[in-house]
């Protein structure tokens, strides 16, 4: 399984731009990039998921390099309510997804 | 609606004690997921079941058993509950994307179990 790393925490500001980047160096060919949230008290949340390039949805856009080393998703106006663990997770595609999560970096947004 | 359901949310045992949480999921999915959220945070998959059958078992101690009585409900027995066994166990569900991609998980609200 490719093994992520993820930085810890991040601090924001509300209405800034946040980016977090994730690197997995030994992703393979059928894996996908997936980023889950998780709010305290609560079970994670599907954000994005891509293969390559970048793909956007309403609330977030990731960012993939032609080498799929790393990723970076992107949360574009941070709010308070987006305050929250990440996970940056490579799952491979087959039956069922063995979600691997890491320790996720927990983005503390203020005023 | 409540897409993946726990019950109970909160619970409170002695050591040595058998206790069970159930999960429901009104998602029409085909694939039901246990894992386990210990105190420093790290979300780690216990087992899943698709289509009432048992197709992942991670390294979990026998007395953790889970049951399927049917796609919609994957329920998870402990015997014998020990300090260790404290943490948050979430279910989740999902259904296989045709066509490439990967399966997203839904979550329920999780179930804090602590062992006294």
């Known amino acids: 399984l490719a093994k992520t790393t993820q930085p810890i925490s991040m601090d924001s500001y509300e209405g800034q731009e946040v980016n977090i980047t994730c690197s997995h160096n030994n992703i393979a060919t059928n894996d996908y990039i997936t980023w889950y949230q998780q709010f305290p008290s609560q079970g994670p949340r599907f954000i994005i998921q891509?293969?390559?390039t970048k793909v956007t949805n309403e609330v977030a856009s990731l960012f993939i390099p032609a080498d799929r080393k790393s990723s970076t998703l992107s949360l574009p106006r941070v709010s308070l309510s987006d305050t929250a663990v990440y996970y940056c997770?490579?799952?491979?595609?087959?039956?069922?997804?063995?979600?691997?999560f890491g320790t996720g970096t927990r983005l503390q947004v203020t005023l | 609606d409540t897409a993946v359901s726990q019950t109970p949310k909160y619970l409170v045992t002695q050591m040595g004690n058998d206790k069970s949480i159930k999960c429901e999921q009104n998602l029409g999915h085909d694939t039901m997921y246990w894992y386990k959220q210990d105190s420093k945070k790290f979300l780690k998959i216990m087992f899943s079941?698709?289509?009432?059958?048992?197709?992942i078992n991670e390294t979990v101690p026998n007395r953790f058993s889970p049951k399927s009585p049917d796609k919609a409900h994957l329920n998870l027995h402990i015997n014998s509950l020990e300090l260790g066994d404290s943490a948050v166990y979430f279910c989740?569900?999902?259904?296989?994307?045709?066509?490439?991609?990967?399966?997203?998980?839904?979550f329920g609200p999780g179930t804090r179990l602590t062992v006294l």
């Open positions: 079941y698709n289509n009432k059958e048992l197709i």
């Open positions: 989740a569900s999902s259904q296989l994307v045709a066509g490439g991609g990967t399966d997203t998980q839904y």
């Open positions: 997770l490579v799952v491979n595609t087959g039956t069922a997804s063995k979600l691997t």
């Open positions: 891509g293969y390559k």
